[in-house]
């Protein structure tokens, strides 16, 4: 579907007096003939419920809008079940005038989930390759030049090996219990265990 527009028009459907039809567009007004607006690029962020991961997801929205904030169309939350937790991006493509979806983190082939700088780039890299993200940049870059030494940096608190860094849910950066924690504290409410996360 081509746009020329980063806006699809939002329609309305009309009443019509009696009818079963009429009835039953009242009471769905997206049902057949009713276009939902979207406004590009549009962020969804997926989230698993039973894991306790709204706050994660809400938070990696709001530093998300802040950053970007107009040059993003909008972010969308959405609920889901099954230890998910994907960030995606429905963008205009520049190759054949259309929409694409690209996948920015996913927590299941990726592991854990990504740093804020890490998000912020991946995000900038598609909207506005060339936009200067300032102290994100350039934690980035030191973080890299971090790992290209040749003798391996020594921990300062006992982490498994080939673990550190990972963002496996472990204490990352947002101060964040481990995954353990927070799935026994949706088991301790009366939720159940996420399968996918025990």
């Known amino acids: 579907m081509a746009e020329e ?11 019509a007096e009696g009818g079963e039809e009429s009835k039953a567009q009242a009471a769905n007004p997206l049902s057949d003939g009713a ?4 406004h590009l ?38 609920p889901s079940t099954g230890g998910v937790f994907t960030v995606s ?18 927590r299941k082939t990726q592991g854990g989930f990504p740093e804020v700088k890490q998000l912020k780039s991946l995000v900038r ?3 506005d390759p060339s936009r200067d993200l300032g102290h994100v940049d350039r934690a980035l ?9 040749s003798s391996p940096p020594s921990p300062s608190k006992n982490v498994e090996p080939g673990t550190a860094g990972k963002g496996n849910g472990d204490n990352d950066d947002q101060g964040k219990n481990n995954k353990e924690g927070e799935t026994a504290t949706a088991a301790a409410v009366g939720g159940k265990d996420c399968e996918d996360c025990r």
Request: proline content about 5%; some cysteine; hydrophobic content about 40%.
């Open 5 to 15: 527009s980063h806006q699809t028009p939002l329609q309305t459907p009309r009443l």
């Open 35 to 38: 276009a939902v607006q979207v």
């Open 41 to 78: 690029p549009r962020i969804t962020i997926t989230y698993c419920t039973q894991c306790k991961w709204m706050l994660r997801a809400a938070y990696f929205a709001q530093e998300l809008l802040s950053t970007f904030s107009v040059s993003l169309g909008e972010v969308a939350l959405i």
């Open 89 to 106: 991006i429905l963008h205009g493509s520049n190759v054949d005038f259309s929409t694409q979806e690209t996948v920015l983190w996913d």
């Open 125 to 127: 890299n598609i909207i």
């Open 141 to 149: 870059k030191a973080k890299q030049q971090q790992q290209q030494p």
